[in-house]
């Protein structure tokens, strides 16, 4: 049988989420040798190779991502007539913008101090959620809120490529905590925070990560929990203030994890197999929030050994006494679809990297 460039890509997306690494880097190039400029399967070998840690060749092939179909609808080709910001030292007035989700610009954050030191007359543009609890942290002179403003700038720069900008390996990654906010009270009641429903509006990936309703009543009866959720319009400055009165914070992939991880506060992490790239592979810590600590499901959509787990581990932490957690449903989304050609992206052009990009992603398509 003969597969689409599209198949095997999707067949390498498969092998990849179920720790089969080496079959999925068999599939996409497979995919390469039949369709030398597949994006889409380069932006999968962009998640493997970062997933095992090899950010020198990951995050060039990440740029790709703004070659998605939908790039503009989810903010990653914000301002295509505008020249980029080249990295350079400049006294021009720059637009650092958010895209993705709200997990990723937190994680991202850390970026902006370098950011400053290079380009100090910059505005950060970020998303809604995220205004207040950046202007709480001072994070920059002039902070707005996307698509509410009419700002004049000379040059733009996407915060997700920052990454490549620094050229960050796990020596290099900006140190955290670098988020802090004022506690509501000193609390007598849950000193547990969960957090167990992604509200990430890719509906599909949310399922994966979030806990089963047994996993949920295992963890409320145990011990019971100061929720994290909150009806309503999420505030991630509010919920900034709640975690800076726990002890612990225990969560799924989300935001949320970003967030108390940017913090330093200490977190369980409740990991699925189709984990994303960030969390590496078969690691119980971050070199991204060094006070958070790793549990991984080793089946998919099989909670029970990592409920076990935290259960243990919070045994080990402190005895905890209070309310549990409520939670959210979530809903379908339509899958990502990505352009049908590769292009040097934008970024690495205006850093003045294009030949590079090209001699270690073009030079490396299969014959």
């Not at 690494?21 to 030398?36: H, K, S, Y």
């Not at 295509?80 to 007035?93: A, I, N, S, V, Y």
């Not at 997990?103 to 030191?117: E, S, T």
């Not at 050609?341 to 014959?367: F, H, Q, Y």
Request: charged share 25%; glycine share 4%; proline share 7%.
């Amino acid at each position: 049988m003969n597969f689409t460039p599209e198949q095997l890509t999707l067949n390498a997306c498969h092998y990849h989420y179920n720790q089969c690494d080496e079959e999925a880097l068999a599939c996409i190039e497979l995919a390469l040798q039949q369709e030398p400029d597949y994006t889409f399967a380069y932006v999968m070998k962009a998640m493997i190779t970062l997933s095992h840690g090899d950010y020198e060749n990951g995050w060039p092939l990440l740029e790709l991502l703004g070659h998605r179909d939908d790039a503009t609808k989810y903010g990653m080709n914000r301002y295509p007539d505008r020249p980029l910001w080249d990295g350079k030292p400049t006294d021009k007035k720059v637009l650092v913008w958010s895209s993705m989700g709200h997990g990723d610009m937190i994680m991202l954050f850390r970026y902006i101090p370098m950011i400053a030191k290079l380009a100090p007359n910059f505005v950060l543009e970020t998303h809604p959620l995220l205004t207040d609890l950046a202007k709480h942290n001072k994070l920059a002179d002039r902070i707005i809120s996307l698509g509410r403003h009419h700002e004049e700038f000379d040059l733009h720069w996407p915060l997700f490529s920052s990454p490549y900008l620094f050229k960050t390996t796990f020596e290099t990654i900006p140190p955290a905590p670098y988020l802090d906010a004022e506690p509501f009270s000193t609390h007598e009641y849950p000193k547990i925070g969960l957090f167990c429903q992604s509200f990430s509006t890719y509906s599909e990936e949310a399922l994966v990560r979030n806990l089963d309703d047994v996993s949920i009543n295992r963890l409320g009866t145990a011990y019971k929990m100061l929720s994290l959720h909150k009806d309503g319009t999420f505030d991630f400055l509010d919920t900034a203030r709640r975690v800076k009165s726990l002890d612990l914070v225990v969560t799924t992939d989300s935001a949320v994890a970003h967030l108390v991880g940017a913090m330093g506060a200490p977190t369980f992490l409740m990991l699925p197999v189709q984990c994303c790239w960030r969390w590496l592979q078969n690691r119980t810590d971050s070199p991204w929030y060094p006070s958070i600590r790793i549990f991984r499901q080793k089946t998919p959509r099989d909670w029970v050994p990592v409920i076990d787990e935290v259960l243990e581990a919070i045994e080990q932490f402190g005895k905890f006494d209070w309310q549990p957690a409520a939670v959210k449903e979530m809903t379908d989304v339509e899958a990502i679809r990505y352009t049908r050609s590769i292009e040097t992206p934008r970024v690495a052009r205006a850093l003045g990297r294009a030949d590079e990009w090209n001699r270690n992603v073009r030079e490396k398509i299969p014959a």
